[in-house]
């Protein structure tokens, strides 16, 4: 990914995980109201008592909805299953950062060991 252990990079993986995280909840809602859409749909199935031509049109195209919301459905899930892989990959290339410690700082004036004489 990017160099660990400094400043910058442990606030752009932070800002990326927590970007990450809120795409996961939005697609979570996303998700759950076309599930809830779907079931409106699907569960007036009323074809045998429907009698007129417009009456069966309607019906076929609160079936078609329905496919159309089921269909919308899986690609959120697929969209998901991603943000939900690169969440890992964010957590773990933080924890490898986190895992390099600190970055030291030298004090203002201070040089490094190597080059003070």
């Known amino acids: 990914m990017e160099i660990p252990g400094t400043i910058l ?3 752009a993986l932070s ?4 970007g990450l995280r809120q795409q996961r909840m939005l697609l979570r809602r996303l998700r759950d109201d076309v599930d809830i859409a779907a079931g409106g749909l699907s569960a007036g ?3 045998g008592s429907w009698r007129s031509e417009s009456q069966r049109g ?6 078609d909805l329905a496919g159309e919301l089921r269909r ?3 690609l959120l899930d697929t969209a998901l299953t991603e943000v939900v892989a690169a969440i890992d990959q964010v957590g773990a290339a933080l924890a490898e950062a986190d895992a390099w410690g600190p970055v030291p ?3 203002p004036g201070d040089a490094p060991a190597s ?3």
């Open 58 to 63: 309607y019906d076929r195209r609160r079936s």
């Open 115 to 117: 080059v003070s004489r």
């Open 9 to 11: 990079t442990d606030y």
């Open 72 to 74: 919308a459905a899986g």
């Open 105 to 107: 700082a030298l004090a």
């Open 45 to 47: 199935d009323l074809t």
């Open 15 to 18: 800002a990326r995980l927590d």
